[in-house]
């Protein structure tokens, strides 16, 4: 009988009677229990990178709801991210962040709010004035909530107070709805014999019929006539400026609203085509080629958002944090675009502006 363990190449079998098959036997077992421990124990040294992995916490998620566009929001958006950062968070790294964004269409807001508080984002930031932080408050019941809200956010019903929040939302108020009496103010500076002069607010934003009645107040004072000109889309944007030829309307005041900061461009190119003299509440508008603006530096307002994202998304609670109030307030001035227009600024103004573009 030829032993199994017999080479081809002649080697003799372990034994020299016949072939021993128990001895054969046990050094196959042998042999058998080595090779599983061996795979036994390089499974499981490549298991553990993929079981470390598995036990790391998942990365927090900011839910961002905005009211505008994002292409006209990303020098702003990068604010946001630099308050991100100084909270210790950046984007990517040890944060991901869902954007929303409306543009312009405020009917959106509430599904999309809905839509992260459904994805169970640790915060909500809502910029893009009060609409967003309405629409977001009313869905985030216990999501916390971040705002930039351009009223009083205790009037608004989203805080308690603003150095005692109370609730599940805080945030950062620039007040640029009371700005329109001293943008006015401004605009009658500029153009002293202007004596009907346009306001264009959208009645679907929420402080609009506050901001009409105080500019409207001081138009009284100052012996001017103010016609209130309605537009809540784009349609009604192009309108508006013919409603102005019409009525003899000799500059314009547009009413800080994130549908026209979404529509800036539009906004800049027809008070141009028609030489209509517009003053604004964002310096964006004037970087754009627009004539003048008034208002409060929103990129400020927004780097505060990132900071304050961050703290509750560190485990601050947005009832301990007091609502900010943004006091940066800026006058920009377009010299190249005064000069277009035939309009020679007066000193008192170009001393007292922030920025000068020439």
């Known amino acids: 009988m030829i032993c199994p ?8 079998p372990l034994s020299d009677g016949p072939c021993r098959l128990v001895r054969c036997s046990f050094l196959s077992v042998g042999a058998a229990m080595r090779r599983r421990q061996f795979i036994l124990l390089l499974g499981g040294t490549l298991a553990w990178p993929f079981a470390a992995r598995a036990q790391q916490p998942a990365m927090p998620v900011i839910g961002f709801l905005s009211s505008r566009s994002s292409t006209e929001s990303a020098n702003h958006l990068d604010a946001f991210r630099k308050g991100l950062h100084e909270a210790g968070y950046a984007e990517g790294q040890n944060v991901a962040i869902e954007y929303r964004w409306a543009n312009g269409q405020y009917d959106q807001l509430p599904n999309m709010a809905s839509e992260l508080v459904s994805r169970r984002v640790g915060v909500i930031a809502a910029a893009g004035g009060n609409v967003t932080a309405l629409a977001a408050n009313a869905v985030a019941t216990s999501t916390p909530l971040a705002f930039i809200v351009g009223d009083d956010p205790v009037k608004l019903g989203l805080v308690s107070s603003l150095n005692r929040p109370g609730g599940n939302a805080t945030g950062v108020s620039v007040f640029t709805t009371e700005l329109g009496p001293k943008r006015l103010e401004i605009l009658h500076e500029l153009l002293p014999k202007a004596s009907n002069i346009g306001l264009l607010i959208n009645p679907a ?5 506050t901001e009409i009645a105080t500019v409207q107040a001081l138009a009284r004072r100052i012996g001017v006539t103010v016609l209130v000109l309605n537009a809540s889309n784009e349609q009604e944007i192009d309108s508006i400026f013919a409603a102005l030829s019409q009525q003899q309307a000799k500059a314009l005041l547009v009413s800080a609203d994130a549908l026209f900061v979404s529509r800036r461009d539009k906004l800049v190119a027809l008070s141009a085509h028609h030489a209509i003299p517009t003053i604004y509440d964002l310096r964006d508008f004037v970087a754009a080629g627009g004539l003048i603006s008034y208002g409060t530096s ?30 940066k307030v800026e006058l920009i001035i377009n010299l190249k675009t005064a000069k277009t227009l035939g309009i020679t600024v007066p000193n008192t103004l170009v001393g007292r502006a922030d920025e000068l573009i020439e």
Do not use: E, N
Request: aromatic letters at 6%.
């Open 298 to 327: 929103l990129a400020d307002a927004y780097r505060q958002l990132g900071i304050y994202t961050g703290k509750i998304l560190g485990g601050q609670k947005p009832a301990d944090l007091p609502v900010q109030q943004a006091v």
């Open 205 to 209: 934003y929420p402080g609009s019929a």
């Open 5 to 12: 363990l017999m080479t081809q190449s002649g080697h003799r």
